[in-house]
C-alpha cells in the first residue's frame, strides 16, 4: 500500500512538471500615436485596443495568460515636466481588491474587468505614482510623487497579484529607480512561478539573471519597447538569446514602431527555441498565442521565406552599434576554411577562436549588386548604450559589415532586393575563455538578414570548466547564406556605469 502511494506521488510529481500546461499570448502592440491627445482620452483608446484584441484572442483560444508591451498606454506622449507624467500615472498595490469591483472607476477598470470576463491572468506595463517627500527622493514631483516605470498582473479575478518596478531605465528622467530591484516571484493557479522585468533590464544582471541564478524561476513576462541595434541587439536576436543561455520560458511583448525601430515579441521554450516569435515590419498590433510547453511553430524558414520577411524590414529603422574600437579580420572572398584567432582587450588579452568552412557562390561573384564582407571580430571593452548608460561587454562573432571598414559593421543595405549572397557558410566554430564571476555572463547571439535569429536546431552552445574560467564553444551546424551576425555576445557588470545626466531625451517612452 505505501510502496503504491508513492509511487502515485512521483507519477503525479512527474505529471504535473511534464504534462501541466496552459496557454499564454503575448501582443505586439501598436499603440495611438496622436501626440496632442489629452492624457485620460490616450489612456482610453489604447486600453479599448488592449480588451479588443484579448476579445479577438478569445473568440479561438481559452488563455491563462497575456503580457502586454511596455509604455503602450501612453507612449508617444511629450513629457516637459515632472508633472506633466501625472495625469498618465496610477497608483498600484498587491492587495486582496479586485479593481473590477471598486465604486472608484480608473483607466484600469476596463481591463481588471476583462481579466474577469475572459478568466485570464493579465500582465501590463504602465507608470505607477507613489507618495514621497523631497528630502528622500530626487526626483519627487512638486506635488509629492514619485513615478516608476511598473508591471502589474491581474489574475482571473482582478486583483493585483505582483508588481514589478523597472530597475534599468533607459533614460527616462522622470521615473525613479528602486533603491532595489524588486523580486516580483508570482504562482498562478495553473501552478506556474513567474517574475517579470522589462525591456533594458534584460542587458543586466540585476534582477533578470538573479531571478534565474539565485530564485531559480523558471518562466518570465517581459514587457518591451525596444530599440533595435545591429548587429547584437536587434529585438528577437536579444530575447532568443536569453532564452536560450537561461533555458527559461520566457514570454515577450514588444511595443511596435518601426519608425523608431520598435517590435518584437515571442515565446520562447528555453533551450528548445521560440514556440512563435514575430518582428511586425509595418505599423500594427498583433497578437500571438501558444500551449506551453508545446510544439514549434518556428522551424527553419526557406530563402524565399527569409528573403519576404527581409524585404519588408528594408522599412524598419535599426540603430547600430560602434565596432570601429574592435579587433577584427577581414574574410576573404576566396578562402573556404579558416583558422584563426582575433585579440582585443584593455589591461588583460582577450582572445577569440574561429573555425569557419564556407563556399562562394561563384556565379553571384561578379553580379552588380550588393555585396556583405565579413569581419571575424573580438572586443573586450565598454560600449554606450545609446548614451544613457555604459556596459561592459566581451564579444567574438562574425558579423556582415557593408564594406570593409568596421564603421560598416551593423549597417544594413538599403534595398534588399539588390544585394547577392555569395557566402555560404556551412559552419562555423567559436570560443572563448571567460573569467567565472557573478558578474560575467554569455550569450549564444546571432542573426539571419531577416532580422530574426538562427533557428535553435543549427545551433550549439557549450562550455567547459577548467581553474577559474570557462571556454565557450558556440557551433553553427547547419549552412546559412543569409548570415547577418554569429557570436558570443558576453556582458561584463563589472565595467558598467551610469550616466548621470543622459543628454539624450527618450521622448517615445
Ligand atoms: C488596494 O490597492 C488599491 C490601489 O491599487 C487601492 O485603491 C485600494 O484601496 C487598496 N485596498 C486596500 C484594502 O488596501
Ligand atoms: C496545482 O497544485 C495544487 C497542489 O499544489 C493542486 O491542488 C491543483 O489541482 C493544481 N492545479 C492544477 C491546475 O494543476
Ligand atoms: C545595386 O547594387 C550595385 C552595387 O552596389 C549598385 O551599383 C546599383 O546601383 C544598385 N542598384 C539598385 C537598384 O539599388
Ligand atoms: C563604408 O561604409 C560606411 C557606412 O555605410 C561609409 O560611411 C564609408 O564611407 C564606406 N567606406 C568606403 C571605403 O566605402
Not at 512527474?14 to 496557454?23: G, L
Not at 509604455?71 to 498587491?94: C, G, R
Not at 504602465?126 to 516605470?149: H, I, M, Q, V
Not at 577584427?328 to 584563426?340: A, C, F, Q, R, T
Amino acid at each position: 500500500m505505501k510502496v503504491y502511494s508513492i509511487v502515485i506521488f512521483i507519477y503525479l510529481h512527474y505529471f504535473w512538471r511534464v504534462e501541466a500546461h496552459y496557454t499564454a499570448a503575448v501582443i505586439e502592440f501598436f499603440p495611438v500615436q496622436d501626440r496632442h491627445l489629452p492624457a485620460e482620452e490616450k489612456l482610453h483608446r489604447n486600453i479599448n485596443g488592449y480588451v479588443t484584441i484579448l476579445d479577438e484572442l478569445s473568440h479561438t483560444t481559452k488563455l491563462d495568460i497575456i503580457v502586454y508591451p511596455e509604455a503602450t498606454l501612453t507612449a508617444n506622449s511629450l513629457f516637459k515636466t515632472h508633472a506633466d507624467v501625472s495625469a498618465y500615472s496610477i497608483e498600484v498595490n498587491v492587495n486582496e481588491t479586485s479593481l473590477c469591483d471598486t465604486p472608484v472607476t480608473t483607466f484600469l477598470t476596463p481591463l481588471a474587468c476583462a481579466a474577469v470576463k475572459y478568466q485570464t491572468y493579465i500582465a501590463l506595463n504602465l507608470y505607477e505614482r507613489a507618495p514621497c517627500t523631497k528630502n528622500e527622493e530626487t526626483k519627487c514631483s512638486e506635488d509629492g510623487w514619485s513615478f516608476y516605470n511598473t508591471n502589474i498582473v491581474f489574475n482571473r479575478k482582478g486583483v493585483i497579484v505582483s508588481k514589478y518596478r523597472k530597475y534599468n531605465l533607459f533614460g527616462e528622467i522622470y521615473m525613479t529607480r528602486p533603491k532595489k530591484a524588486d523580486i516580483s516571484i508570482f504562482r498562478t493557479d495553473f501552478n506556474e512561478t513567474f517574475a517579470m522585468f522589462i525591456c533594458f533590464d534584460i542587458l543586466f544582471r540585476q534582477p533578470s539573471l538573479d531571478l534565474v541564478n539565485k530564485y531559480h524561476v523558471k518562466s518570465i513576462l517581459y514587457s518591451s519597447m525596444w530599440f533595435s541595434e545591429l548587429p547584437f541587439l536587434t529585438a528577437l536576436q536579444t530575447q532568443q538569446q536569453w532564452a536560450y543561455a537561461t533555458d527559461v520560458t520566457f514570454l515577450a511583448s514588444g511595443a511596435n514602431n518601426r519608425k523608431v525601430g520598435s517590435g518584437g515579441t515571442g515565446i520562447y521554450h528555453g533551450m528548445d527555441g521560440p514556440l512563435l516569435f514575430t518582428i511586425v515590419g509595418s505599423s500594427k498590433s498583433k497578437g500571438l498565442v501558444a500551449k506551453i510547453p508545446g510544439t514549434h511553430g518556428q522551424g527553419p524558414k526557406d530563402t524565399n521565406t527569409i528573403d519576404k520577411k527581409g524585404k519588408e524590414m528594408d522599412e524598419f529603422h535599426l540603430l547600430s552599434d560602434h565596432l570601429e574600437p574592435y579587433a577584427s579580420k577581414l574574410i576573404l572572398p576566396n578562402g573556404k576554411e579558416i583558422v584563426d584567432k582575433v585579440c582585443s582587450g584593455e589591461g588583460t588579452e582577450f582572445c577569440c577562436h574561429f573555425k569557419v568552412e564556407l563556399e562562394w557562390e561563384e556565379e553571384l561573384m561578379n553580379e552588380d549588386k550588393d555585396q556583405y564582407q565579413y569581419h571575424m571580430v573580438a572586443f573586450s571593452g565598454v560600449r554606450s548604450f545609446a548614451g544613457v548608460s555604459n556596459g561592459g561587454v566581451e564579444i567574438c562573432a562574425i558579423v556582415a559589415c557593408v564594406n570593409e571598414s568596421l564603421s560598416s559593421c551593423g549597417k544594413r543595405f538599403p534595398n534588399y532586393n539588390n544585394i547577392s549572397w555569395r557566402a555560404n557558410f556551412k559552419k562555423i566554430v567559436i570560443n572563448a575563455e571567460f573569467d567565472i564571476d557573478d558578474n560575467k555572463f554569455q550569450f549564444p547571439n546571432s542573426l539571419l538578414s531577416n532580422i530574426e535569429p538562427i533557428n535553435v536546431d543549427a545551433l550549439e552552445w557549450t562550455s567547459v570548466m577548467n581553474n577559474k574560467r570557462i571556454r565557450r564553444t558556440y557551433k553553427l551546424k547547419k549552412p546559412q547564406n543569409r548570415l547577418m551576425t554569429f557570436g558570443i555576445y558576453g556582458r561584463d557588470f563589472n565595467r558598467d556605469s551610469s550616466i548621470h545626466n543622459p543628454l539624450r531625451q527618450i521622448f517615445y517612452l
